[in-house]
């Protein structure tokens, strides 16, 4: 099932397979897919990128707010390391992507995979990709704090 694009949420990268992987509820949840992109609430001249787990009801995608149960968040965050580490080369390419291999990778979880790939089904992505590159770029000293925290402790955790 394809993410909508045509939301406030402009979705950038995308899992749209993430029902796959989604814990215990692994292809049954109504979690859909995952997204990183420009958030709904900016404002004109400020940029800000939102994580956003994408729920259908059965009859229509649902706006309604969830509390994410800690895999959720896991797999946020690997997807956000590996938005974080595709853009440190994205500015190799004209669009910051390739139109014709927008895959990103292909992570193994569950016996499965979460796919990550640029969204191209965005109209507006050619644009989108480079607010969100730099809003990336901008946000680098506050994510890489945060990532710094995560790696410490899941070194002293032993991972």
Same mark, same amino acid.
């Given at each position: 099932?394809? #993410? *909508? /694009? /045509?939301?406030?949420?402009?979705? =950038? %990268?995308?899992?749209? @397979?993430?029902? @796959? ?20 609430? @900016? ?11 994408? $729920? ?12 994410? *149960?800690?895999? $959720?968040? %896991?797999?946020?965050? #690997?997807? %956000? ?22 895959? %990103?990778? $292909? ?14 089904? @965005?109209?507006? #992505?050619?644009?989108? #990709? ?15 704090? $945060?990532?710094? =925290? ?10």
């Amino acid at each position: 099932m394809k #993410i *909508p /694009t /045509t939301l406030k949420h402009k979705p =950038v %990268i995308v899992s749209e @397979n993430y029902e @796959n992987v989604d814990g215990r509820s692994a292809y049954h949840s109504d979690a859909k897919g995952l997204s990183l992109g420009l958030a709904q609430w @900016n404002d004109r001249g400020k940029v800000d990128i939102s994580a956003k787990v994408w $729920r259908y009801t059965g009859e229509k995608w649902s706006r309604q707010s969830e509390e994410l *149960p800690l895999h $959720r968040a %896991i797999d946020l965050a #690997i997807l %956000i390391c590996r938005a974080k580490l595709y853009f440190r080369e994205a500015y190799r390419y004209e669009k910051f992507y390739d139109p014709q291999h927008a895959d %990103i990778d $292909r992570i193994g979880l569950q016996g499965d995979a979460m796919d990550v790939s640029v969204c191209t089904d @965005n109209p507006m #992505i050619d644009e989108d #990709i480079k607010l969100f590159s730099q809003a990336l770029s901008d946000d680098d000293e506050l994510l890489g704090e $945060r990532l710094a =925290v995560l790696s410490r402790i899941l070194k002293e955790m032993g991972y």
